[in-house]
């Protein structure tokens, strides 16, 4: 019998959806710096948690379903986050965004880290931001971007979410 983990994500059944392990040895991202636990704030139980609520409140799968339609391969990530490279699709215009726990980007992360080291820590805040909000973050965030517009003529300046997850560190500034 097909478990829940492979009907959701088929041939990235190796990603670690339900357990409580971390993204372990067989995650290409190590050492300091970006995209490392020890770069990554919160313990263990934070961010499992955290894993564990976007799991329940579909956001994840939704996550992953949007990484696979956009061609993106997916390999487990510090602090319980999916990393999704190679996205195809030209929306949303962002270096990287989050749904869930994926952190989706159309190149790959250690070239992203390297001229964002703390982008992983800002996408981060994102996935707590779905934990407390569920799919209801998405329309918010669209509310909160269209404001920042109107008002600001940036789309992330006045845009409480981006803001609660660093503007500096998510790269506008």
């Known amino acids: 019998m097909v478990g829940?983990?492979?009907?959701?994500?088929?041939?990235?059944?190796?990603?670690?959806?339900?357990?409580?392990?971390?993204?372990?040895?067989?995650?290409?991202?190590?050492?300091?710096?970006?995209g490392s636990l020890a770069g990554m704030r919160g313990s263990a139980w934070g961010w499992r948690l955290r894993r564990r609520v976007n799991r329940l409140?579909?956001?994840?799968?939704?996550?992953?379903?949007?990484?696979?339609?956009?061609?993106?391969?997916?390999?487990?990530?510090?602090?319980?986050?999916?990393?999704a490279e190679g996205y195809r699709w030209g929306f949303?215009?962002?270096?990287?965004?989050?749904?869930?726990?994926?952190?989706?980007?159309?190149?790959?992360?250690?070239?992203l880290c390297g001229r964002l080291p703390e982008v992983l820590e800002h996408e981060r805040r994102h996935c707590a931001q779905y934990a407390v909000l569920g799919l209801a973050f998405l329309p918010l965030y669209v509310v909160a971007t269209a404001w920042s517009w109107l008002f600001l003529r940036d789309l992330a300046r006045g845009n409480l979410f981006e803001r609660w997850a660093g503007l500096r560190s998510g790269g506008y500034l």
């Open 92 to 111: 949303p215009v962002a270096g990287a965004f989050t749904v869930g726990d994926v952190v989706v980007t159309r190149g790959d992360f250690d070239a």
């Open 4 to 34: 829940v983990r492979e009907r959701l994500v088929g041939d990235w059944a190796t990603i670690s959806l339900w357990d409580g392990s971390g993204p372990g040895p067989h995650s290409p991202i190590t050492g300091t710096g970006c």
């Open 57 to 83: 409140n579909g956001t994840t799968a939704l996550g992953l379903a949007v990484a696979r339609a956009g061609g993106a391969r997916c390999r487990p990530g510090p602090g319980g986050v999916i990393l």
